[in-house]
């Protein structure tokens, strides 16, 4: 493994470990980021919040184990455009989400499947 793909990986699983944490202390800081069908899906905000909190940990550790890192790298993709398309219209806030979805896009393409030669 590379120095570019720990370094990566670091940011990115920072990235993903620290809104479940500081969620835990300021919940109302980050349930506004939720859209409106996901509030109409979990009505509690609480179990809405530590839910989402829950599999930003899981993709984080994921991330930080090293292993089968092409899996949470799409994973972590996703998430991050769907936070950048569901809140577009606070681009002052999430603009750093666009170079943290370009960190996953980039071990997505590190740690692809290659094909059995």
């Known amino acids: 493994m590379n120095n570019g793909s720990l370094i990566?990986?670091?940011?990115?699983?920072?990235?993903?470990?620290?809104?479940?944490i500081a969620a835990i202390f300021n919940p109302s800081a980050w349930i506004g980021y939720f859209p409106q069908f996901a509030h109409a899906l979990i009505p509690n905000d609480a179990v809405l919040l530590h839910s989402f909190g829950f599999l930003e940990i899981v993709i984080g550790l994921w991330i930080l184990s090293g292993k089968y890192i092409f899996y949470p790298s799409i994973a972590a993709a996703a998430l991050l455009f769907l936070i950048i398309v569901f809140n577009f219209s606070q681009m002052d806030i999430v603009f750093r989400d666009i170079s943290i979805f370009a960190m996953a896009i980039a071990l997505v393409?590190?740690?692809r499947p290659r094909p059995l030669a």
């Open 8 to 20: 990566l990986r670091l940011g990115l699983a920072f990235a993903f470990l620290y809104p479940p």
């Open 109 to 111: 393409f590190l740690h």
